[in-house]
C-alpha cells in the first residue's frame, strides 16, 4: 500500500512562489507514474503536471506551463512542484497521485489509484 503525504502550501501574493512536496511511503515509488492535481472549490479537480517514473518525461496543464516545474527524487521517495509566478487563478488544494501504469501519466485524467489528502495553496491578489 503505497501512502502520499503533500506538503508546502501556504498563503502567498500574486507573483509569489512555492514548492510543493509529496513523500511517499510504501513499495514501489521508484517505478510508478506521479502526478498533481488540483481542485478549487465548486470546481472539478483538474490536472496540473505529471512525470514519469525516471524523471525523464514531464506534462504540464495549458494554465501551469512556463510556471510550474515538476520533478521527482526516487532515493528520497519524493516528488515537487515549483511554482513561480503564481496567480489568484492557482488557489485550489492541490493533491499528488500515483500510480503503477506508466500510461497514466499521458492520460491527464484523475484516475491514478493512490492519493494524498492535499495541501491548500491560496494566492492572494
Known amino acids: 500500500q503505497v501512502q502520499l503525504v503533500e506538503t508546502g502550501g501556504r498563503l502567498v501574493q500574486t507573483g509569489g512562489s512555492l514548492r510543493l512536496s509529496c513523500a511517499a511511503s510504501?513499495?514501489?515509488?521508484?517505478?510508478?507514474?506521479m502526478g498533481w492535481f488540483r481542485q478549487a472549490p465548486g470546481k472539478e479537480r483538474e490536472f496540473v503536471a505529471a512525470?514519469?517514473?525516471?524523471?525523464?518525461?514531464?506534462y504540464y496543464s495549458d494554465s501551469v506551463k512556463g510556471r510550474f516545474t515538476i520533478s521527482r527524487d526516487n532515493s528520497l521517495n519524493t516528488m515537487y512542484l515549483e511554482m513561480t509566478n503564481l496567480k489568484p487563478e492557482d488557489t485550489a488544494v492541490y493533491y499528488c497521485?500515483?500510480?503503477?501504469?506508466?500510461?497514466?501519466?499521458?492520460?491527464?485524467?484523475?484516475?491514478?489509484?493512490?492519493w494524498g489528502q492535499g495541501t491548500q495553496v491560496s494566492v492572494s491578489s
Open positions: 512525470i514519469s517514473w525516471s524523471g525523464q518525461t514531464n
Open positions: 497521485a500515483a500510480d503503477p501504469s506508466l500510461w497514466v501519466v499521458e492520460t491527464h485524467k484523475p484516475i491514478y489509484e493512490y
Open positions: 510504501g513499495p514501489g515509488f521508484g517505478s510508478f507514474a
